[in-house]
């Protein structure tokens, strides 16, 4: 296929690409990098198709990009109401990035009671989490505490998607399970 075929298409779609991602993430670098990724997954993977594909092709990557955008960040305000930011507070307030921290809950508003139980449900998943095989563990904690994907991930742990795919979904079941009987036992 010819590659200037290819950059046409490119620079016809992204202005638009932008608005789409823009609206759904609200936050313009997010948003930025997200068609740049989508951009680069088609000019590597599907090149060598028909230009007719494109189109569909480049909104099945971008969407396929927010959604995982939401799904992460979904889980991650989850673990975070939790057990708040484990990472430690950023120093570059001027280039405006989130630290997470209007994600957690003022525990002072809290009752004493509302306190007791979730440093309670804390502890509890702590343990569980360090109950996990070291594989599981090193899996759930890049892909929802440090907010990696899936390719990252695998980079990181030195092993294939399918792992981590795999790592993930044990450790989350197993929390799930250890939560389950946490709450069967607050409920005897």
Same mark, same amino acid.
């Given at each position: 296929?010819?590659?200037?075929?290819?950059?046409?298409?490119?620079?016809?779609?992204?202005?638009?690409?932008?608005?789409? *991602?823009?609206?759904? @993430?609200?936050? $313009?670098?997010?948003?930025?990098?997200? @068609?740049? $990724?989508?951009?680069?997954?088609?000019?590597?993977?599907?090149?060598?198709?028909?230009?007719?594909? !494109?189109?569909?092709?480049?909104?099945?990557?971008?969407?396929? *990009?927010?959604?995982?955008?939401?799904?992460?960040?979904? #889980?991650?305000?989850? !673990? #975070?109401?939790?057990?708040?930011?484990?990472?430690?507070?950023?120093?570059?307030?001027?280039?405006?990035?989130?630290?997470?921290?209007?994600?957690?809950?003022?525990?002072?508003?809290?009752?004493? $009671?509302?306190?007791?139980?979730?440093?309670?449900?804390?502890?509890?998943?702590?343990?569980?989490?360090?109950? &996990?095989?070291?594989?599981?563990?090193?899996?759930?904690? &890049?892909?929802? !505490?440090?907010?990696?994907?899936?390719?990252?991930?695998?980079?990181?742990?030195?092993?294939?998607?399918?792992? #981590?795919?795999?790592?993930?979904?044990?450790?989350?079941?197993?929390?799930? $399970?250890?939560?389950?009987?946490?709450?069967?036992?607050?409920?005897?």
């Amino acid at each position: 296929m010819e590659p200037k075929a290819l950059d046409r298409f490119l620079a016809e779609v992204e202005r638009r690409a932008f608005k789409i *991602a823009m609206l759904s @993430v609200q936050n $313009e670098d997010i948003a930025l990098e997200m @068609v740049q $990724e989508a951009m680069m997954r088609l000019a590597e993977k599907y090149a060598d198709h028909s230009p007719d594909e !494109w189109p569909m092709l480049f909104q099945r990557i971008l969407q396929n *990009a927010i959604l995982d955008h939401h799904r992460r960040q979904k #889980v991650r305000r989850a !673990w #975070v109401s939790l057990f708040g930011d484990l990472r430690p507070p950023s120093h570059d307030e001027d280039e405006g990035q989130e630290d997470g921290s209007d994600l957690v809950p003022d525990e002072a508003a809290e009752g004493p $009671e509302d306190q007791v139980a979730r440093q309670n449900l804390r502890r509890h998943l702590e343990g569980a989490i360090s109950a &996990l095989p070291i594989r599981q563990q090193q899996a759930f904690l &890049l892909r929802y !505490w440090e907010g990696l994907d899936i390719a990252q991930t695998a980079q990181a742990m030195n092993c294939s998607e399918g792992s #981590v795919k795999t790592h993930c979904f044990r450790a989350v079941k197993a929390l799930s $399970e250890s939560l389950a009987f946490l709450r069967s036992e607050l409920e005897d």
